[in-house]
C-alpha cells in the first residue's frame, strides 16, 4: 500500500501566499491534498491564489491579512480555522527585503523590515500555538535565507531580521518539543521571484549574473520536504550548504574568495520603498 502524503487532510495556513515562494507552496499543498488557507494583501493577487486553492482536492481559502496587524492576524486565524478546522501547519513566509549597506541603515524602516520578517512570524504563531498545543500537534515552518546564516554585503538589516527569525525558532521548537509541535526552519539562497524588484533592488539578476537562483517551485519543494522529513532547519542547494560550511570552518578563507570574486554592488541602483 502507498504511504499517505503527509501533508493530506492538513488544514495548512500560509503567510505572504501571493506571490514567489508562498504561492508555490500553497499550490502545491492544494494539490498534495490539504486544505490551504492562502494569506497576503494584494486583493488581486490574493482572488487568484484563492480560486487555485479553492479547487483543489480539498477546498481552501484567500483570506486578507497583513501579518503586521495584530487585529487582520485574530480575525484571518478565527476566520480560517471556522471553515476549515484547526491549522495544522502554519508556514510563516511573508517576507520583505532591504537593501542597505549595515551603517546607514533607517531604523524606522528597520523596524518595518522586522515587523514583517520576525514579529510577522511570531504574532501568526502565537495565534495558532495555544490551539496546537492543546490538540498536542502542529508544525511551525520559519521561511528564512542563507542570509540569516552568514553575512551579506548591503544586507545587514535583512540579515538581522533572519538571523533573529532563525534564533527564535531555534528556541521556540525547544519550548514546544514536548508538546507534540515540530518548528522547521527553512534558508533558501537568492530565489527568482519580485522579492529584489519590491525590495527596491531592480538590477539584481545583472549585478549577480552567473550565481545561480533557484526556482519558486523548487524551492516549495524543498521547504516542503524538509518538513515531511521533519527536519529541524534546513540549506535549500547544495551550492548554499557548502558555502555555509566554508563560513564556519573557514571564514577568513571565504571572506578572501568573496573579496576577490565579488565586484561592489553601484549603489545608485538602489530605491527606497515601503516594506
Ligand atoms: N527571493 C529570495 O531571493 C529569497 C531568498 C531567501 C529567502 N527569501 C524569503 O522567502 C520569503 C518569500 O519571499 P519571495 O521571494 O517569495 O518574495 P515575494 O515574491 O516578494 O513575496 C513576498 C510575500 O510576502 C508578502 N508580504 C509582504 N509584506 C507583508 C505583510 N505585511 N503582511 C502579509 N504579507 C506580506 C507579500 O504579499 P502581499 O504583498 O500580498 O502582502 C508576498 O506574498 C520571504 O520571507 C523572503 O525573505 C527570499
Not at 88 to 106: H, I, M, Q, S
Not at 163 to 180: P, T
Not at 193 to 202: K, S
Amino acid at each position: 500500500m502507498p504511504t499517505p502524503d503527509p501533508f493530506e487532510a492538513k488544514v495548512a495556513l500560509v503567510t505572504g501566499a501571493t506571490s514567489g515562494i508562498g504561492r508555490e507552496l500553497a499550490r502545491r499543498l492544494a494539490r498534495r491534498g490539504a486544505a490551504v488557507v492562502a494569506t497576503g494583501r494584494d486583493p488581486e493577487a490574493l482572488a487568484a491564489v484563492g480560486r487555485e486553492v479553492a479547487g483543489a482536492v480539498r477546498p481552501g481559502i484567500a483570506l486578507a491579512m497583513d501579518v503586521t496587524r495584530d487585529d487582520d492576524v485574530a480575525r484571518a486565524v478565527a476566520e480560517a480555522e471556522a471553515r476549515l478546522g484547526p491549522v495544522d501547519l502554519l508556514f510563516n513566509n511573508a517576507g520583505v527585503g532591504y537593501f542597505r549597506d549595515g551603517w546607514e541603515l533607517d531604523l524606522e524602516r528597520l523596524g518595518r523590515v522586522m515587523d514583517v520578517n520576525l514579529y510577522g512570524a511570531i504574532r501568526v504563531t502565537q495565534a495558532v500555538l495555544p490551539g496546537m498545543r492543546q490538540r498536542r500537534r502542529g508544525t511551525i515552518v520559519n521561511v528564512a535565507s542563507v542570509a540569516g546564516k552568514r553575512g551579506y554585503p548591503r544586507l545587514a538589516g535583512y540579515c538581522a531580521s533572519k538571523y533573529a527569525l532563525i534564533g527564535w525558532s531555534d528556541g521556540l521548537r525547544r519550548d514546544v518539543e514536548g508538546d507534540g509541535i515540530g518548528v522547521t526552519v527553512v534558508c533558501p539562497p537568492a530565489v527568482d521571484t519580485p522579492f529584489f524588484d519590491r525590495a527596491g533592488y531592480g538590477t539584481y539578476r545583472q549585478d549577480h549574473a552567473g550565481i545561480p537562483m533557484m526556482s519558486p517551485g523548487d524551492v516549495a519543494d524543498g521547504i516542503l520536504d524538509a518538513v515531511a522529513a521533519g527536519r529541524r532547519e534546513a540549506i535549500l542547494s547544495p551550492r548554499a550548504r557548502a558555502l555555509y560550511l566554508l563560513s564556519v570552518l573557514a571564514p577568513g578563507a571565504l571572506d578572501l574568495i568573496q573579496r576577490r570574486l565579488k565586484k561592489p554592488i553601484p549603489r545608485a541602483e538602489f530605491r527606497d520603498v515601503e516594506p
